[in-house]
C-alpha cells in the first residue's frame, strides 16, 4: 500500500464531520458503544477494555460552520469548547454514549458541566489527573479515580472491564505508541519522507480508528514510507509547541513546512505518545497504568512541573534528541495552558540559545500569508545563524 | 450633614474603620520583616488556609489582593502592561499580570514599602488552572520553595472520600512539613483548632449579614458592599479575633440597620428607594469600581446575592471550620469554594438564590480573564431564565485591565435590563 493511499484515507477520515466511520463501528452491532473525549490524555484501555471505542474530539476545524456554538461562548474564549458543542448540538455526536472531559484547563473543565446539562442521556465524566506525582498521594488518589472511571464505564458497557481485559488492551495500545514513536523517530531522522502533514492525518485516524486498525495503518505506513523516495529540501528543523488541544488547521502545519521548516516534533495529538514507554501488562493495570501516567509521561502546560529547572526540560529534551534547530511556539488564542506556560518555555530556550518564534492560531484561521511569512524569516534566521 | 446622615457616617464608619486598621497592620508586618525576621507565604483567596498559616507565625500575602489594590488605585493598567511588554500575553488573566508587573516595579505594598519576596509560595490549587501556572512563573521569578495542594474540582457535584483523603494527605505529608521546614515552628494541632474556633465564630456572623439580603428592602449589598464584608474572612484574617470582633461590630450595624428599615451604604451615603434585586454572577471590575456601583444604586438597583462572594468558602449552604476535625476541615472549605464546584451546582446556587431572596433576575459580569468563572455563564443564564421565568442581562468586563471597562456601554445595557424588569413586572400586573 502506498502512503498515498493511507493518507486518502486518513484525509477522508479527518474531513468527515459526520463520523460516519465511528458510526459505522458502532452499526455492526447493537451492543457496541463509543465514548468520546477531549484532549489532552485519557486512558483510552479502560474504555477499549470494556469493548467499547475511544473517540477523539478535537472541535470542528476549518470546514465547520459554527452558529449555534457562538451563542454559549463570550468572544475572548477559544474555539474548540463552541465548535464541540456545534457538533453536539447539530446531533453529528449522537451516536456518543459518553463522554470525558480531562482535567487541562477551565474551559473543558467547565464544559463537562455544560454537557451534563445540554445532554443529559449521556456518561459524563470530568476525568481528573493527578499533579502530585508521589505513589503514595497522587497515586493513591489516581488509581481510586481509576477505578471509579471503570464503574462508570461498566454502566455504559454493561459488563465487567476485568483486570486481564484491561492488561491485553494495555498491549495493544503499547503496540500503538511503539508504532506511533516510530513514525516520529522516522521523521526526525529523514522529514522529507514523512511530511508533517501526513504524520498529522495518520494521527488523527488514530483519534477515530479502533487501535487494531490503526496499528495497522501504522505499520502499513511505515514500511511504504521508508521505501518513497521524496526529495531533501533545504529546510530547517523546528518543534512546534503549544498546540495540544485545539488543532491547528491542516493548512496552517503545511504552510510552516512550505515557508522552509520540517516539523521534527510536536504536541498536536499527545493521547497518542502520552506515556513514554511501554505500561506494564503484568500485576495490577490500574497502577500500572498510574504509575506510568506519574513517572513516564510527557510534559504539557496542563500538567505541574515540581521545580522550576524542570519546566521546559521536556521541550529542550526534544529539541535536542531530534536535533531540531528551533521551536514555534503555536498555541491556540486565548489558551490559558499554552500562553501562561510559554514566558517560562521561552525563557528556557534562551538560555540555551535555541532560537523560537510565537504565534497564536484558531482552529478556523484562514489567513496563512503571515504565518508563511513568519516562518519563512524564521527559517531563513536559522539559516544565516547556523552559517555565522 | 443631616442627622440621618451623620449617623450613617457613624455606623459605617465603626466597622469599615476597624477592617482598615486591620488591613494597615498586615501591611505594616509584610512590609518590616526584614526588621521582624518573620516568614511571609504567598496563597491566593479560594483555597487559602490561612489558620494553618498563622499556626507557624507566618504571614499571609495575597497575590488577588495586591491585584485588587492596585486596580482600585487605577495602579493596574500598567503593571499589565509592563508584563505584556515582557512576554505575557493579551489574552491571560490580569491578575496574573498585574502581580508580575507591581514586581517588576518594585512590589510596593499600599504603605509604599517594598512587599518582601515570599518564603513560601503555597500554591493552593483550588477551583483556577491558572493559579498552578501562576505560582510557577513566581517561582520561576522568585526561586523560592513551592508547595503544591491539588484540589480535586467537584466534576460530578459531590465531594468523594477519595478528593477529601487526597487534600488531607497532601496537607499531612506536603503542606504542614514544607511550613514547618521555612518557619522553624513545629506544627500544633490545637492551636490551629483554637483558631478554627475563632474561623467559625466568625462564618456564622457573616452569612447572618449576607443572608439579611433577604429582606425585601435590603440593608446591605451583597456584592459592592458584600466584597467589603468578605475581606477579612477570605484574606489574612480569617481565624483572628480581629476577624470575629469585626463581624460582631458589622453585623450589630446591620441589625440596627434591619430595625431602622435602612438600605444599603453607598459610597454616597444611605440609598434611597430599592426599585430592583438582582442576583450577580462573576467578580466585579476594580479598575471602575465605584462607577460601575453608582450605575446600580443611582438606578436604585441592589444586589442581593452574588456568588463572588463565595469563591473563598460557600458558608452559607452550611460549612464551618470545625476545631474538631481540624484537617479535614481545611480539605472540605478548600473543596467546595465556589469556582471549585461544577457548573451544574453554579446553576442550582443562582436558581436558589434568585428564588430565595426574591430577585427580579440574574446579572453576570463577565470577566475577559477569568475562564474560571466566564466559560460557560451564557448558559448558566439560560438556565436561570428557564427555570425561575426572570430576565437575565449579561455585561462584560475586566477585573485590573482599564482597557476592558466600557462605562457606556455597561450602563447602556444595565438600563435596558432595568426596562426590561420593569415591563414583567407592568405586563405581570396587567395580566
Ligand atoms: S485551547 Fe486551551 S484554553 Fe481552550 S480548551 Fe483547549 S486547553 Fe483550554
Ligand atoms: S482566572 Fe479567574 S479565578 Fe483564576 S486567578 Fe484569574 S481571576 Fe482568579
Redesign the interface.
Known sequence: MSTASIIETCTALYEDLNFESVRAWKAQNETRKVIGFMPVYVPREIIHAGGMLPMGVLGGGDQLEVIHGD????S??CRI?RSTIELGLTNRLDFLDGML?P?I???I??????W???FPDQYV????V???Y?D???G??YI??LK?LRQGLEQVCGNEITDQAIRESIALYNENRNAVREVYRLRAEQPWKVPSSEVYLLMRAGMLLPVEDHNKMLADYLAAAKEEDRPLRDNCRIVVNGSFCEQPPLNLIKSIEMAGCYIVDDDYMLVNRWMLNDVSTEGDPLQNLASSFLHDSADT??K???S?DQ?GQFLLDSVRETGAEGVIFAAP?????A??????L??RMAEHNVPHISF?YAENSGQMQPIREQAGTFADSIKLWSET | MNATAAQTEVIKESSMLKQKSMIAANYDALTSTADTGRKVASTFVPGNLNELIMCFDMLNNLPEINAINNGMRKKSGAMIMDAEK????E???TY?KADIGLMSKGNMAPNGKPLPPPDLLLLS?TG???F???F??L??EY?CETV?L?V??E??GKV?K??R??VV??LK??VIPALERVSGVKFDIDRLREYLKQSAEAEDNLVWVLESAKNVRSPIDAYFGGVYYIGPIFTAFRGTKDAVEYYEILRGEIEQRLQKGQGPITPEGDMAEEKYRLVVEGPPNWTSFRDFWKMFYDDGAVVVASTYTKVGGVYDLGFRHDPDHPIESLADYCLGCYTNR??????DLLEKYVNEYQADGLLIN?I?SC??F??????IMR?IEKRTGKPGAFI?TDLVDPRYFSAANVKNRLESYFQMIDQRRKSKSAA
Open positions: 451563542a454559549y461562548y463570550q475572548y474564549i469548547p472531559f482535567s484547563c477551565d474551559v473543565r467547565n464544559l463537562s458541566g455544560m451534563k446539562l445540554m465524566r470530568y476525568f481528573d493527578p499533579q502530585n508521589q503514595d498521594i497522587g493513591t488518589y481510586n479515580e471509579e502546560a496542563a505541574y512541573c515540581t522550576d519546566v488564542s486565548f489558551c490559558d495552558p500562553l501562561l506556560e510559554r514566558p517560562m521561552v525563557d497564536k | 515582557r512576554g505575557h500575553s489574552d491571560v488573566c496574573v490549587y483556577c488552572f491558572t498552578m501556572k501562576w510557577e512563573l517561582r520561576h526561586g503544591m491539588q480535586p474540582y466534576g460530578d468523594t477519595n478528593m483523603d487526597f494527605k497532601q505529608q506536603e461544577n457548573l451544574p451546582q453554579r446553576v463577565s475577559k475562564n474560571s466566564s466559560a460557560g455563564q451564557l448558559l438556565e462584560e
